[in-house]
């Protein structure tokens, strides 16, 4: 498996996982067959959606995180610039 030695993964969204039209084919079977089972953080670069908008368009284009999972596994360009603001 060629992804085998990869310990964990930072995955753009748009264009990688969804694209304005709907879900990226293969994404979700991607996210099934791997990053469930790997460390994995979804990063978006608009600060359009917050951490739950961005839960809520993955789960529209079939990635479901669990409840709360948004903390751990999405960070966005808000989410940098206040933490770079409150440094």
Known sequence: WPLGDIEAYLIDLDGTIYSPTGP??????????????????????????G???????????????????QERHIWTATQAQCRFLAD
């Open 24 to 49: 990226i084919e293969g994404a979700a079977e991607f996210y099934a067959a791997v990053l469930r089972h790997k460390p994995h953080v979804f990063l978006s670069n608009t600060g359009a959606k």
């Open 51 to 69: 951490a739950d908008g961005v839960r809520a368009k993955l789960s529209r284009n079939g990635i479901i995180l669990g409840p709360g999972s």
